[in-house]
């Protein structure tokens, strides 16, 4: 069964980091792009940020472009994102995606999700 | 980057109706389309994907048509655990782009 357990998530005051893990289980991370997407309280979805396979590609949204970093570690089966220079308008909860086998840019399985709110 | 604009925000419906969700791409995605189910305090779940094809274990009352810039997600009977919040998704280019989502309820 596939499975992606998000983790990391929480109080940070503006201006400061935190970094978003997302454990993968049921599957080879390394056989998919994987993805960040957020939603802010009360809000709909937000495309974050996305990896290829051999982390050789990365894109995202103009928002956080220069702020977070997206990162893969295949051996561990694992995603992260580092976020820095945190706003409120980064406050959001933060799901971790699986791209499909081939279509590869969509969110096939989704995490739980890890709440992260930033306020002074 | 490509916008996704859906249609209406907010449908208001009963059991057995037949629902129909817009979604309009700023330019063409080549059918790069894919529709996700949320309900509330839950991650989404894919429905639909290459604009048409149903997902593993989708009921076959959920169908997603179109090309191009527009695209529809229909329910043919609603049931009463369709009512959700509907969001469209393009992944033509890397920035997967979400419509704002459509919220089916309870007329």
């Known amino acids: 069964e596939v499975q992606l357990v998000e983790s990391g998530g929480g109080l940070v005051q503006p201006g400061m980091s935190l970094r978003l893990s997302c454990g993968a289980s049921?599957?080879?991370?390394?056989?998919?792009?994987m993805s960040w997407v957020r939603q802010a309280p009360g809000k709909g979805l937000e495309w974050v940020a996305n990896?290829?396979?051999?982390?050789?590609?990365?894109h995202y949204v103009d928002s956080v472009k220069g702020r977070f970093t997206i990162t893969r570690d295949n051996a561990e089966n694992s995603l992260d994102l580092q976020m820095n220079s945190l706003r409120a308008e980064d406050t959001a909860v933060y799901y971790c995606?699986?791209?499909?086998?081939?279509?590869?840019?969509?969110?096939?399985?989704w995490g739980q999700g890890t709440l992260v709110i930033v306020s002074s | 980057d490509t916008q996704m604009t859906q249609s209406p925000s907010t449908l208001p419906a009963s059991v057995g109706d037949r629902v129909i969700i817009t979604c309009r791409a700023s330019?063409?995605?080549?059918?790069?389309l894919a529709w996700y189910q949320q309900k509330p305090g839950k991650a989404p779940k894919l429905l639909i994907y290459?604009?048409?094809n149903l997902q593993s274990g989708v009921p076959s009352r959920f169908r997603g048509s179109g090309s191009g810039t527009e695209f529809t997600l229909t329910i043919s009977s609603l049931q009463p655990d369709d009512f959700a919040t509907y969001y469209c998704?393009?992944?033509?280019?890397?920035?997967?782009?979400f419509g704002q989502g459509t919220k089916v309820e309870i007329k």
């Open positions: 995606a699986r791209g499909g086998l081939r279509d590869q840019l969509l969110c096939a399985n």
């Open positions: 049921g599957f080879t991370i390394g056989d998919y792009w």
């Open positions: 990896i290829k396979q051999d982390g050789s590609e990365r």
């Open positions: 330019q063409s995605i080549n059918n790069w």
């Open positions: 290459k604009a048409s």
């Open positions: 998704q393009q992944y033509n280019s890397y920035s997967g782009a």
